[in-house]
């Protein structure tokens, strides 16, 4: 049976930073993924993400995505790739809702450069963008994109040019503790280790079914559209946008060569599984989102480029899932970002690998897998 430190399951971004991390650290890391190198099937396709620090999700978050923003500077100059893209950020609302509030906060709390603007002050700045006169912007220069397949290929070239042996279109049937290591079984073979990691997103509860986890998969739909007026919403001038109405919180990317306008909503999605997400657009879905986008960014909705669906992971309080098994302190979980994890990846790789390797390694208060009360699991045979 071959033998190796850390077995790490699920290759998206998560995955591949903690076998970047575990391998760099000179680990013997072993690593699969079910599906082909690149793959859509879960939450790390498309081709941008955004790093943001005024964290309007809780000001707890700021410190873990001041690291990640080192870790990808690190990374852009260790792999020779452009991975960040500065483009500034708005957060838009009334002046109440959780959007503009929490990013108040988290930018207080902190210390962060920000500015509060009104509707008619944000407009003169960034001409092109619409507001209603009820509605304020929070200013933040330090947003960036962030090219997301850029970003992967450099955790999984960095991984494997440091040792880590990583496995494409090969499942893992199941894992089973053994001792104080675990045994994974896969149609390459059993394999054994003395930790395992898995990083396995919306498969997490298949993984783990034991635990009963708590957790939503959301479809999320992003439409990439063609503006109508040229240049106007160019990232070299125009900033990345959240914002927050009654009808739910948007995300809008500036336009790209070959890419157009990204916009989607954040804050719902259909609920299914990996096995029964629908991958198509309905007509009326597009409309809808062409609708808001024109409201607040107005020439910015034409003609489709691609749409693209991507799986959002929630914990019932949108916050992370990342802690050891409560019962085989040798298997750490990995998911659940809740659609708001891509920024913070290789941060979330290097606690992963402590995890792993530090016995006196523990997560933040806000990850931990107790404050979700599962149910009482049963024993893996």
């Known amino acids: 049976m071959h033998s190796v ?17 575990l391998a760099r650290r000179g680990y013997r890391t072993l690593g699969f993924d079910a599906f082909p190198r690149g793959h859509d099937r879960g939450s790390s396709h498309g081709k941008t993400r955004i790093i943001r620090t005024a964290y309007y999700e809780a000001p707890d978050y700021v410190p873990l995505v001041r690291r990640a923003w080192s870790l990808w500077r690190e990374l852009e100059g260790t792999s020779g790739r452009q991975l960040l893209s500065m483009t500034g950020g708005l957060y838009i609302g009334r002046p109440e809702t959780a959007l503009v509030s929490g990013a108040l906060a988290s930018a207080r709390e902190h210390g962060l450069t920000h500015e509060l603007l009104d509707a008619e002050t944000a407009a003169a700045r960034f001409p092109g963008l619409r507001l209603a006169p009820d509605q304020v912007a929070v200013w933040e220069a330090d947003v960036a994109l962030i090219d997301l397949e850029a970003a992967v290929a450099a955790l999984v070239d960095g991984a494997q040019a440091a040792g880590a042996e990583l496995h494409y279109s090969t499942p893992v049937e199941r894992w089973i503790p053994d001792g104080d290591g675990v045994r994974v079984e896969t149609p390459l073979g059993t394999f054994h280790a003395e930790r395992l990691v898995l990083a396995t997103g919306p ?38 946008a959240l914002w927050e109405d009654k009808t739910g919180i948007y995300g809008a990317f500036p336009e790209l060569p070959g890419q157009g306008v990204k916009f989607g909503r954040h804050d719902a999605g259909e609920v299914c599984t990996p096995e029964t997400v629908r991958r198509t657009a309905e007509p009326t879905e597009i409309e809808e989102l062409r609708t808001t986008l024109e409201r607040y960014w107005p020439g910015a909705s034409g003609p489709v480029l691609w749409y693209l669906t ?6 019932p309080d949108h916050h992370f899932l990342i802690d050891r098994h409560p ?13 708001h994890g891509f920024k913070f990846a290789p941060a979330i790789g290097e606690l992963l690998a402590d995890l792993a390797t530090k016995p006196t390694a523990s997560p933040p208060a806000l990850f931990r897998l107790t404050r979700l009360q599962i149910a009482e699991h049963k024993r893996i045979p």
């Open 5 to 21: 430190d850390v077995i790490v399951v699920g290759l998206g971004v998560m995955g591949s930073s903690a076998a970047f991390h």
């Open 203 to 240: 498969w997490l509860p298949a993984s783990v079914p034991e635990l009963n986890l708590p957790l939503t998969v959301w479809r999320i739909l992003h439409v990439h559209f063609a503006p109508t007026t040229p240049g106007r919403y160019r990232a070299e001038h125009f900033p990345f």
């Open 310 to 315: 991507c799986l959002y992971t929630m914990t």
């Open 327 to 339: 019962e085989w302190p040798q298997v750490v979980l990995c998911s659940a970002c809740s659609g």
